[in-house]
């Protein structure tokens, strides 16, 4: 079961991208999150906020079209939309504490059953470690999304009963989006919606530590 | 927000932001104000009253107010208005002010209760709700009635008070341009009140001099990102002498 | 001696002037304090602030010049002058609370030999009273003044040795200019710094409740 | 600020402003920064950093610098010059960064200690600085390792930790334009940290890459009123790669 196919990095941003609702305002994490831009369906308008002061992000800049002072939380130079707007970072902040995104999207080293997430630090890991605005934004988004891949390369599961890893911040997770299956955090549990395909929700179950709860028949993921 | 408010699973898709925010008259962009509600009102010195929306709260009726704002009206004019129709029942402020003849008739038969506030601490305590902090400590009114109920203690030597964050239901702000996404400008000092306001309501309505196309605020020159407006109703400003 | 002369209030702002350093940000209060800008001397340029968020106040506007979205803090026309500012009414108190403002100048009931300022509420007063700016300003300047008459209309003293009205600000007073005085609240004490004309300091002392501390022969207020 | 510095009596008359204000050089600009000062370094993703500044600070050779700022230099270069020369003993810091190779080489000989900071809480403490505030309570990072050793309680039913205030001696920060007088803006997202560390430092030095006429930016745009610039200096933007 293990050789079964899983999505990859791509599909799963794919998938995620259907969770941007039109007009809302998001924040895309490092990883698999920053991928998710390049497929939101068509006729949906969002607006993306990086935490550097930018409203209103647009794709990355071309090759030759690079500004070094717009770059988004990643570094990479990026357009902006019609109606971008800048500020400073600590109203970039006020953003994101404050609630006044409407999602955002963040990578994953694990997430508990009760929604709490781990996506900062690796135990044991060399370095100084460094935290940017993930805390502050796990905390703040009325929906937090995680997307990540639904176990480690050593086969581990990463979502779990209760978070090993250092936290980045307590029941903060509303949905997960990984390459086995879409699962929402809600106040009963660790709900099942959907599975890739050729996933049974009891294989799912078997990568999964925390324990997820099916209801009736579940749906192969979507992918547009 | 609450856990329960966020917890809420897979998102379903609205009507695109541009569409909900524009707003064709004033009184549908309040019609929604219920009884009850906790709403801040922009302005200072006469400069920079929603005029145009609260004399729709007013043609609304809504009842049991509670008033987040500097002063408390001047004469019938500004909140005034509201005080005369008795739809007010509590107000935050920090300067009731000398034309608040209305309110102040009210306030002294105890129709209508007050908390005062240090002006640039009502501004911080709406700030704070804005960006998600719940409290914080302030020399500020350290010794006086303002301080009465109030945590004290001493912080990197100095003695100050906590002051808690402050949460409206909804903001009615006045600003001189908006385009369809919510992005505002203010003009001179009728700035004053209304972006703080606009960061700290959970929905905030605005009226407008003027409506611009998407794209004409330079993005550098935006006071009022789009992200923090939920409702814009075109209308020519309104002042009161006083 | 209580019919002895006292400054006039323009003459007490006259004097208050003089205390304006060259550049200093500067903000003016209620009253007496207000006129101060008519009488600064020759070749000084100080920055006024105004708490509805205005940095670089000019004149007042003259008639038919007014601009009612253009006022200070009392709600009267005026004008700027070149390089000034505008910024919300948060920013415009983070100025005044965390000590950005070089000087503040502010009327008083009464300012105790402590230094602790009332100046907003009268006990027994009708009406619900208001604060205003007063409390972050006073609280937040790097220097107070204080402007008003050495005693109130019954002759009773303002400067006393703790006030019995409301309190603004603890321990927040720098200077005291009067219609009798000028008097600096040091560490030791009020210091007695100028008398009007016509006043020896045992005279000024008679008016004041809290004790002056006089060194030497006190010069006569200057008044230009 | 301590009553002790603040009932000073009588004000002097110092030079005004303006005149104290404009540097002819970069190294005049940070000549008077003592060993062991509390410094604030604008700059974000390689936008909006105060390179020549750091370069003029290299030059007078500060040491026992507390470095606060998201990130910890890119190479050798921003913030990475001074690790180089090893004038920094301290970080407070968001996201030292994957290219942060001199600090975390001194971090693993513990030659240099850090204390992370989540951003937003890193801006949002330099802003309680900046608006006279000694702490605010936050539900950001409670349940995490930032809790650790921080008072926590519950507010509003939220658990929240206190953070403090966080002061500097210098602010050193860039700037896209600066009038004489100090007025400031940035170009797009170079604005980033630098208008926060402008508001907080006791002292804020600004290298600007252009020094425009008094009045020549309109008033509603400035972002960083001149009250908070105390010395500027102009100089070609520098940028590092990485």
């Known amino acids: 079961m293990p050789d079964k196919p899983r999505l990859t990095r791509e599909q799963i941003a794919q998938r995620a991208a259907l969770e941007l609702p039109d007009g809302a305002y998001v924040n895309l994490g490092w990883g698999i999150p920053n991928l998710i831009a390049d497929y939101l369906p068509k006729g949906i308008t969002v607006y993306f906020h990086s935490e550097n002061g930018i409203l209103g992000m647009g794709p990355r800049a071309k090759p030759g079209e690079e500004d070094y002072d717009l770059v988004d939380a990643m570094k990479v130079p990026v357009k902006l939309i019609p109606g971008a707007s800048f500020f400073h970072q600590a109203d970039a902040h006020l953003m994101t504490r404050g609630g006044h995104l409407d999602l955002a999207v963040l990578g994953g080293f694990q997430v508990s059953e009760k929604g709490d997430l781990a996506n900062w630090k690796v135990p044991g890991a060399k370095g100084s470690g460094g935290i940017g605005g993930a805390m502050d934004i796990a905390a703040g988004a009325k929906k937090l999304m995680v997307c990540m891949e639904h176990t480690t390369k050593e086969g581990a599961p990463k979502i779990v009963k209760q978070c090993t890893y250092p936290l980045t911040c307590l029941a903060c997770?509303?949905?997960?989006?990984?390459?086995?299956?879409?699962?929402?955090?809600?106040?009963?549990?660790?709900?099942?919606?959907?599975?890739?395909?050729?996933?049974?929700?009891?294989?799912?179950?078997?990568?999964?530590e925390a324990r997820l709860?099916?209801?009736?028949r579940i749906p192969e993921m979507r992918s547009a | 927000m609450a856990a329960g408010e966020r917890r809420g699973g897979a998102i379903r898709s609205g009507e695109?932001?541009?569409?909900?925010?524009?707003?064709?008259?004033?009184?549908?962009?309040?019609?929604?104000?219920?009884?009850?509600?906790?709403?801040?009102f922009g302005g200072f010195g006469g400069a920079g009253f929603?005029?145009?929306?609260?004399?729709?709260?007013?043609?609304?009726?809504?009842?049991?107010?509670?008033?987040?704002?500097?002063?408390?009206?001047?004469?019938?004019?500004?909140?005034?208005?509201?005080?005369?129709?008795?739809?007010?029942?509590?107000?935050?402020?920090?300067?009731?002010?000398?034309?608040?003849?209305?309110?102040?008739?009210?306030?002294?038969?105890?129709?209508?209760?007050?908390?005062?506030?240090?002006?640039?601490?009502?501004?911080?305590?709406?700030?704070?709700?804005?960006?998600g902090l719940l409290g914080f400590y302030t020399s500020v009114g350290v010794g006086t009635e303002v301080a009465a109920g109030k945590e004290e203690r001493v912080l990197d030597g100095k003695r100050c008070i906590l002051e808690?964050?402050?949460?409206?239901?909804?903001?009615?702000?006045?600003?001189?341009?908006?385009d369809g996404l919510g992005n505002l400008t203010y003009r001179l000092a009728a700035r004053n009140f209304n972006p703080i306001m606009a960061m700290a309501a959970k929905t905030t309505i605005v009226e407008t001099e003027e409506i611009v196309p998407v794209g004409a605020i330079e993005p550098e020159n935006v006071v009022t990102p789009a992200i923090f407006v939920h409702r814009i109703v075109q209308a020519k400003g309104l002042r009161y002498a006083g």
């Open chain 1, 173 to 208: 997770v509303t949905t997960i989006v990984t390459d086995l299956a879409v699962i929402d955090v809600l106040p009963e549990g660790l709900v099942l919606r959907e599975t890739a395909p050729g996933w049974t929700a009891e294989e799912v179950q078997q990568q999964t």
């Open chain 1, 213 to 216: 709860i099916t209801r009736g």
């Open chain 2, 16 to 40: 695109p932001a541009m569409k909900q925010k524009l707003y064709l008259n004033l009184d549908a962009a309040v019609a929604d104000i219920p009884d009850g509600a906790i709403i801040m």
């Open chain 2, 50 to 131: 929603p005029n145009n929306l609260i004399q729709a709260l007013a043609r609304k009726g809504t009842k049991n107010i509670t008033a987040i704002t500097n002063n408390c009206g001047t004469k019938e004019g500004e909140l005034g208005l509201l005080f005369k129709n008795k739809q007010i029942q509590h107000v935050i402020a920090s300067f009731p002010g000398p034309h608040s003849f209305i309110f102040q008739e009210q306030f002294a038969k105890g129709e209508v209760t007050l908390e005062l506030v240090p002006q640039g601490i009502l501004c911080e305590r709406m700030r704070a709700a804005a960006a």
């Open chain 2, 164 to 178: 808690l964050a402050l949460h409206a239901d909804f903001a009615l702000i006045k600003s001189q341009k908006a």
